[in-house]
C-alpha cells in the first residue's frame, strides 16, 4: 500500500469481537468497564461503541471450555494520572483491578491497571514512559511475574 493510499483512508476505531459463555454477564461487566449502554443487544450478541478509546466491541455468545486464544487487551494512554482516574472510574462501576507500578513488561518501562471480563480477558490500561529498553530489569520476581503476563514483545 502507497503512502498516498495510506493517508486517504480515514481510520474511525478498532473493531475487536469475542467470544463469551454469557452475553447478558459480559454486557454486565462491559457496562461498568466502559461506562455506557450496548448500542447493539440481540439474542446471543452484543455491541459496544466506545467513544474514548475508540472501540468497536462486539461480544459472541459461542461456547468454548477454556479461555479463548486472546493474551489479554490493553488501552494505552498518556500518563499515570490516566492509569488511575480509569482504575477510580473501573472501582466505583465495582471492578476488582490490579495494579503495577513501574514495572518492565514488554522492554518497557510503565504503570498499568488491570480489569479481568467473565470469560477470563483481562483488560490493562498503560502509560510507557521508557521504551525500547535493551533488558528486563527490576527484581527477579517483578521480572518473572512480567514475563508470564506480557512475554517477550
Known amino acids: 500500500m502507497s503512502d498516498s493510499t495510506r493517508q486517504a483512508i480515514q481510520t ?3 473493531h475487536v469481537a469475542i467470544n463469551v459463555r454469557s452475553v447478558e454477564q459480559s454486557i454486565g461487566f462491559y ?3 466502559f461506562g455506557i449502554e450496548p448500542s447493539k443487544s440481540r439474542p446471543r450478541y452484543a455491541k ?3 467513544e474514548s478509546p475508540p472501540l468497536n466491541l462486539t461480544l459472541n455468545e459461542r461456547p468454548f471450555s477454556e479461555q479463548g486464544a486472546l493474551y489479554h487487551l490493553g488501552i494505552q494512554v ?10 477510580e472510574s473501573w472501582t466505583t462501576a465495582g471492578l476488582e483491578t490490579r495494579d503495577e507500578m513501574q514495572v518492565v513488561c514488554g522492554y518497557a518501562l510503565q504503570d498499568k491497571t488491570w480489569v479481568i471480563d467473565p470469560d ?4 490493562e490500561v498503560f502509560v510507557v514512559h521508557r521504551d525500547n529498553l ?3 530489569y527490576g527484581t527477579d ?3 518473572s511475574g512480567c514475563q508470564a503476563k506480557c ?3
Do not use: C, H, I, Y
Open 120 to 123: 477470563g480477558n483481562e483488560w
Open 12 to 14: 474511525l476505531k478498532a
Open 31 to 33: 457496562r461498568r468497564m
Open 78 to 87: 498518556s500518563s499515570t494520572a490516566d492509569v488511575l482516574a480509569m482504575k
Open 134 to 136: 535493551p533488558t528486563f
Open 141 to 143: 520476581e517483578e521480572q
Open 48 to 50: 459496544f461503541d466506545v
Open 151 to 153: 512475554g517477550d514483545a
